[in-house]
Nanobody
Framework: QVQLVESGGGLVQPGGSLRLSCVVS????????IGWFRQAPGNEREGVSC????????YYADSVKGRFTISRDNAKNTVYLQMNSLKPEDTAVYYC???????????????????WGRGTQVTVSS
């Protein structure tokens, strides 16, 4: 069974930075995508970013382009989300998710993913 564990969340002031990590285990397929999602109270879960093992391509939501960077370390089975210039609007629980996918990264939706981590809280406040 696929397992994903997020870490790196916390409280940060506007303009600050955080790096989230997602350690993946039990996922033996060669081609897949890892996605980052977030959900704030009262809001629907939304896709933030994803990366494809097929070609290394990435996707970013318009709200985070230029501020967030997704990357992977194959040796550590870990995907990272570097978050810079954080805004109060970024406050949410952040989840990583994995799914079989042969192709480039695309705009991720929760229904496309079956394996999820438990989430890590990110709070941006002064």
């Amino acid at each position: 069974q696929v397992q994903l564990v997020e870490s790196g969340g916390g409280l940060v002031q506007p303009g600050g930075s955080l790096r989230l990590s997602c350690v993946v285990s039990g996922f033996t397929e060669d081609y897949y995508v890892i996605g980052w999602f977030r959900q704030a109270p009262g809001n629907e879960r939304e896709g933030v970013s994803c990366i494809s093992s097929t070609d290394g391509s990435t996707y970013y939501a318009d709200s985070v382009k230029g501020r967030f960077t997704i990357s992977r370390d194959n040796a550590k089975n870990t995907v990272y989300l570097q978050m810079n210039s954080l805004k109060p609007e970024d406050t949410a629980v952040y989840y990583c998710a994995a799914e079989i996918w042969y192709g480039s990264a695309w705009s991720p939706t929760p229904a496309d993913f079956n394996s999820w981590g438990r989430g890590t809280q990110v709070t941006v406040s002064s």
